[in-house]
């Protein structure tokens, strides 16, 4: 293998391997901007999640609000269905 021969080898894989390299480059570009686009999606979901969190915690006071007034309203009903139900039975015994 003369001098020029060697050389000419030591391009074709210099040349290979710069092929290589900037192949590796491309494929880092693409994973970092396939990561960075991850990264962003995260982002997004987790400040649903925050959101979502925060509404479910307002409704969950609402319901519970809602539940306390209602048993209120329940309680006032039922004393108010007696005191009805005490006047019509001493109008029945007076007038009837």
């Known amino acids: ?11 074709r894989r210099l040349a290979a391997a710069l092929d290589q390299l900037e ?8 994973a ?3 990561r960075a686009n991850l990264e962003e999606e995260l982002t997004v979901l987790q400040d649903d999640r925050s959101r979502l969190a925060v509404e479910l ?3 969950i006071a609402r319901m519970n609000a809602l539940e306390l007034t209602n048993e209120d309203v ?4 039922k004393t108010v269905n007696a ?12 007038g009837g």
Not at 1 to 11: G, P
């Open 57 to 59: 915690d307002g409704a």
């Open 23 to 30: 192949a590796a480059g491309e494929r880092r570009v693409r």
């Open 83 to 94: 005191s009805i139900k005490a006047v019509l039975a001493g109008a029945d015994t007076r």
């Open 1 to 11: 293998m003369t001098a020029l021969d060697r050389l000419e080898s030591s391009i």
């Open 32 to 34: 970092d901007a396939l």
């Open 74 to 77: 329940s309680r006032r009903l």
